[in-house]
Nanobody
Framework: VQLVESGGGSGQPGGSLRLSCVAS????????MGWYRQAPGKERELVAE??????TAYADSAKGRFTISRDNETTINLYIESLNPEDTAVYFC??????????WGQGTEVTVSS
């Protein structure tokens, strides 16, 4: 099973970025997929997630500027607008299988600076 993130990179304050994650391999039914981030010196935290049924949930810090979407059962995106330096972090894709197994991607780095 592999989760591959893409779309990270450098952005300027006020700009936007779109991250994508594609899951591949053999696995049972996906219960949810989501995005986490880990800023330098901080713990990994949830940003947003989308369930099998299409319900979305956001961390309080992500409401208003982050949008999670799902292209299909195995591909999700995260759109970040109005970037600010506090968004600098490694963003990880996460997949939770219905039997409880959890998979992580390697992460994609986002750096916001002027």
């Amino acid at each position: 099973v592999q989760l591959v993130e893409s779309g990270g990179g450098s952005g300027q304050p006020g700009g936007s970025l779109r991250l994508s994650c594609v899951a591949s391999g053999r696995f049972f039914i996906i219960n949810s997929m989501g995005w986490y981030r880990q800023a330098p010196g901080k713990e990994r935290e949830l940003v947003a997630e989308v369930t099998r049924g299409g319900n979305t949930a956001y961390a309080d810090s992500a409401k208003g500027r982050f949008t999670i979407s799902r292209d299909n059962e195995t591909t999700i995106n995260l759109y970040i607008e109005s970037l600010n330096p506090e968004d600098t972090a490694v963003y990880f894709c996460n997949m939770v299988i219905i039997n409880g197994l959890i998979y992580w991607g390697q992460g994609t780095e986002v750096t916001v600076s002027s």
